[in-house]
T-cell receptor
Framework: DGGITQSPKYLFRKEGQNVTLSCEQN?????MYWYRQDPGQGLRLIYY???????QKGDIAEGYSVSREKKESFPLTVTSAQKNPTAFYLC???????????FGDGTRLSIL | AQKITQTQPGMFVQEKEAVTLDCTYD???????LFWYKQPSSGEMIFLIY??????QNATEGRYSLNFQKARKSANLVISASQLGDSAMYFC?????????????FGAGTRLFVKA
């Protein structure tokens, strides 16, 4: 079945450590997105990418980095510069036109 | 600037009754799309309904309908005949063209509680 796979489901980060969250899709979608969700809050856009080798900052990009070397993959790195990384991270993709976003199951990141 | 505003942090509704969840948006782009998603406690995002800015009629999907008032920039979700399984967070979202492609931004959400 086509879909979006995020891994790992749970991730723990030590102080000063960079961690990478994986997002893979087999829907042949061009656009991919990363969102952060804090408890009881909405989704805030971190980065988005319309095509391979191109990506744009969202509203809260500081302390995060991404790459888009393949159409299927859009990994997110939470760097040590992100001082409050504890949150639920959701990856999404969308095809052409007015299609809704497809979401992965999310990764919960916590600080050790 | 806040682009999507959901003014109801929490809402209660009696089972089998209808409920309206409010959403207002702000954009200067004439072409945009509006979406509603449901997020149960499990965290998954479930697409409910879509309304395009040029659509003349309000969108409907089963028990969900979208009350689209373009001049007022409002896109309220109406859930008819509420069920206990409708208890969840509900997010309004807008897709518009940004730098380097389309982006979708979300409101803060409304938590709906359905009472038996």
């Amino acid at each position: 079945d086509g879909g979006i796979t995020q891994s790992p489901k749970y991730l723990f980060r030590k102080e000063g450590q960079n961690v990478t969250l994986s997002c893979e899709q087999n829907l042949n979608h061009d656009a991919m997105y990363w969102y952060r969700q804090d408890p009881g809050q909405g989704l805030r856009l971190i980065y988005y990418s319309q095509i391979v080798n191109d990506f744009q900052k969202g509203d809260i990009a500081e302390g995060y980095s991404v790459s888009r070397e393949k159409k299927e993959s859009f990994p997110l790195t939470v760097t040590s510069a992100q001082k409050n990384p504890t949150a639920f991270y959701l990856c999404a993709s969308v095809g052409q036109g007015n299609q809704p976003q497809h979401f992965g199951d999310g990764t919960r990141l916590s600080i050790l | 600037a806040q682009k999507i505003t959901q003014t109801q942090p929490g809402m209660f509704v009696q089972e089998k009754e209808a409920v309206t969840l409010d959403c207002t948006y702000d954009t200067s782009d004439p072409s945009y799309g509006l979406f509603w998603y449901k997020q149960p406690s499990s965290g998954e995002m479930i697409f409910l309904i879509y309304q395009g800015s040029y659509d003349q009629q309000n969108a409907t999907e089963g028990r969900y309908s979208l009350n689209f008032q373009k001049a007022r920039k409002s896109a309220n979700l109406v859930i008819s005949a509420s069920q206990l399984g409708d208890s969840a967070m509900y997010f309004c979202a807008m897709r518009e063209e940004g730098t380097g492609g389309f982006k979708t931004i979300f409101g803060a959400g409304t938590r709906l509680f359905v009472k038996a």
